[in-house]
Each structure stands twice: as C-alpha cells, then as structure tokens.
C-alpha cells in the first residue's frame, strides 16, 4: 500500500517504498534506529527487499515480547533465535528453483525483474521491465560482472504518459546547444570545469583615449587572444564545447563562426557525468584540451521531447556505454516514485549478475521457512524450543500482509498455504486473482541474494536488541 510521508521539509512523497518512507521520517527511538540503519545497508547493497527486513524485524521483536511477558528469560530467546536464523539460511540455500542463465538475453532479465518493480508499481511492471531490460542489456559489457548501476541514467520529464517513457542510448541533458550547430558525429568533446569568457584584469587601470580609433581598438586585442584559443580548438578537431556556468556572448560568436556546438550546464555533477561518459577529463582553466583530456562521443544530437530541449551524447565504447531512461508522467510526485522503482530494478540486475540464483517469491520461500522451523522446533530439548517456535510463527506476517494488502481474507490463505507447503516451496499467493499456486510457473521470482541479505540484517538487529538489558 502507498503511504504519504510528509518529511521536515514539509515536502510530501507518496510512495510504497520502504527505503523512502524511512529516509524521509525522523526516526529517534534507538531501537528503531537500528532497523532504520539495516534499512539503508541493504538499499545500498541490493537496492531491493527494504520492506522485507522491517516487517520480519518487527515481527520477530513483537513475538520475543510474548516470549518474555510469559516469563522466558532473554537469554533463552536469544540461543533459540539463534539456531533458528542458522537453520533458516539453510533452508533458504534449498528453495533455489530458477537461475538466470545468460544476463544479455532480454526476456530472461525481464522474467527475473518483474516482480521487484511490481512490488513498487502494481500494474505498471511489464512495462517499466523492458525499460530497465533494454537499458541494462545496452550498458552491460561482455563480462557482465562489470556492470555498472552508475550506467543506467534516468532523465525525468513532465508532460505526456508514463507509456511514453523510452530509453536513449546515451546521456541525455536537458539543454539545447547554444550555437546553431545541433548534431555532430564523431565528436571531439572538450569540457570545462569553469565559465567560458574573456579574462579580466586584477586590478583597476586607467587608459587615454585619443581618437576614435583608439576607442574602436581598445577591445581588440582581448577579442584576437579568446578567439585564438577557440580556434586552437577548433584547429584540434573539438567539434563540441561543454562548460559549467556562464559562456559569454562573445564565446558563443566565436563557437559559432568555427561551427562547433556549446552546451552550458549548471550542475557540477552532470558535468562529471558527461565527462564520464565520452571520456573527458573536465579542464579548469581556458587553453586547448591536451589529447587525453579530450572525450569522443559517436554522435551528440539534440532532440525534442515534450517541448523540452534535450541533447544526447552517444559513446558506443564496451566501457563506457551509458543509457538514459527518459520518464514521462504528468506530476513531479509519480515520476519520482516510478524513478525510485527503476532505481530498485536496476539494483536487482546488479545483485543477479552477482549470484544467478532465484527463490519463489509471492510468500512462497517465507511460508515454507515458517512450515520448517516451526517443526525443526519440536525437536529441540530446552527451553528455547518456545523461541524457535514463535521465530518461525513470524515469518507468517508476509503472506499475510500480502492477503491483507490484496483485500483477501488472511487466515484461509494461511490455512490453504500451510495445506501446501508439504509438497515444497513453489507455492505462494498470487494476488492478481488472489488464489494459492505455483508462483515458480506464475514467473514470481525473487533474488536470493537479496532475501539473504535482508534476513541476515533483519537477524543482526534482532539479536542485538534482545543483547541489551
């Protein structure tokens, strides 16, 4: 379900992403403070499973209360929950039941994103799938170990629908060129890290003018010395200038007698971006580019997308292949939330190049977790049988959430659920028609990866917590 947080800044986000919600509140209490930290480790580690260390983190720490109001000592909770998260990342190495075999193949990638992007944006997932399939097979090197997140760009404009995003090849800036050359190919880029115009003097100075003439040359040499360096740069092949800040009109005279395209960008990371992406090395003071310094982009053009001016720089070298998602929607709201479910699909690419394997999703592997540990309890001789018990009860919260979420009555599903997993741990609830099935043929898949992070998290800040008296 979407929540509204409205954070210090009094800016409202509406969002069902778990990261978000508890970047943007003000967590104090420090118990809460942990979960909120194991929150951010596993976004920046896997970028997905947020939601899935707060709920069992939660759940488990509710259960441990139960535990210690009927009068078990923290001790006892502690060994039980202990050998029960040993067991659980036993059970959870078993319930691999798809690999992603080959990472450049479109509708393998598609299958095994689907469903992190539906957990974000409910009906939307097939579409914004092939996006970030399309985009990450574009920017993924032969060894696709190597593949960078940093590569996948997302360019949010306003205006038109959501199915009028698409994926450009290359980095995509909102500016137009500032002289009347709007395409080249094979371009030398030149980018400055400073303001493009004529130096002036340190001090003040006083000059006598005796006549016209004097007047009209009183510039002139200033105007020889800049247009010098352009045309030093001109002469080096540079056919594209990009700089930070302001480009005087004078600069934008000269570029456009030497027919070279001038973009001027105000952000410093853009900049590095753009210098990242054809290979240029951002150059603080005016004189012509060194060879190295200079980037090679194949072909920087500029477009039109929605009345918004756009210039994209295109490199189609194995290293550096960048591409853009252009998002379109109608408010500032939307595309952030559909930029944040990108942002998470993108990560799941990474953490599946990483380990190829995939356990169902839908509640499945968490049902049958729950299944097991609860009978690995009955054999266990102590006390801490009851906190082994309760550990696997609260891995129950998921598919009930999901039931409860989907408007399904909860406690039949768990009973149909738990009738199931006998038969193993392909069976979870899908609630596009809210029936109980074999979610590994439904195509509902999530990284192992990724869970395995989110429980070891979500056991750490357990434990932790009942450490203290």
């Known amino acids: 379900m979407n929540k509204m947080v409205i954070n210090h800044l009094e800016r409202l986000f509406v969002t069902a992403d778990a990261h ?76 691999c039941k798809y690999k992603l075999e080959n990472p450049h193949n479109k509708a393998e990638l598609i299958k095994s994103i689907n469903s992190v992007i539906a957990s974000k944006q409910f009906g939307q997932e097939e579409f914004l799938s092939n996006l970030i399939a399309d985009a990450a097979i574009h920017t993924m090197p032969q060894n ?19 199915l009028d995003s698409k994926v450009i090849q290359g980095v995509v800036v ?54 010098g360096f352009i045309k030093k740069m001109a002469e080096a092949g540079v056919t594209c200038v990009v700089c930070q800040g302001s480009m005087s009109e004078l600069a934008v005279h000269f570029f456009e007698k030497y027919g070279m395209m001038a973009v001027k960008i105000m952000s410093k990371w853009e900049l590095k971006r753009i210098g990242r992406a054809c290979g240029a090395t951002p150059i603080v003071k005016l004189e012509c580019p060194s060879p190295e310094e200079m980037g090679y982009a194949d072909e920087v053009s500029f477009q039109e997308i929605s009345s918004t001016w756009c210039t994209v720089f295109r490199r189609d070298q194995e290293e550096n292949k960048m591409a853009t998602i252009v998002l379109r929607g109608s408010t500032h709201a939307q595309l952030d939330d559909i930029e944040r479910a990108i942002d998470n699909g993108v990560n799941a690419v990474k953490s599946l190049i990483r380990d190829k394997r995939m356990v169902p999703g839908a509640g499945a592997t968490e049902m049958f977790i729950a299944s097991e540990i609860q009978k690995f309890a009955k054999e266990q001789p102590g006390l801490d ?35 199931k997993v006998e038969s193993g741990c392909e069976f979870g609830i899908d609630v596009k028609d809210g029936e109980v099935k074999n979610v590994v043929e439904a195509g509902i898949l999530d990284s192992l990866e990724s869970k395995s992070w989110a429980l070891k998290l979500a056991f750490d800040v357990c434990l932790t917590l009942l450490k203290v008296d």
């Open 174 to 227: 909102t500016k137009a060129s500032e002289t009347s050359v709007h395409k080249v190919s094979k371009a030398k880029v030149a980018v400055f890290n400073t303001n493009i115009e004529m130096q002036q003097g340190e001090t003040k100075g006083t000059v006598l003018l005796k006549n016209a003439e004097d007047l009209l040359n009183y510039t002139t040499g200033e105007e020889d010395k800049f247009e």
């Open 385 to 419: 049988q009851y906190a082994v018990e309760k550990f696997g009860a609260s891995f129950e919260a998921i598919p009930r959430i999901l039931s409860e979420n989907a408007g399904l009555k909860a406690e039949t599903i768990l009973a149909s659920l738990y009738a």
């Open 20 to 95: 978000t919600i508890i970047n943007e509140s003000d967590v104090n209490h420090p118990a809460a403070k942990m979960v909120a930290q194991a929150v951010k480790m596993q976004s920046n580690e896997c970028g997905d499973n947020t939601n899935l260390i707060l709920t069992i983190a939660g759940e488990l720490m509710q259960q441990a209360a139960g535990l210690i109001s009927m009068g078990l000592h923290p001790s006892e909770i502690l060994i039980g929950y202990d050998k029960a998260s040993k067991k659980t990342h036993e059970l959870l190495e078993t319930c």
């Open 144 to 162: 696709s170990i190597k593949f960078n997140v940093d590569n996948v760009r997302i360019q949010k404009i306003l205006g038109g629908g959501l």
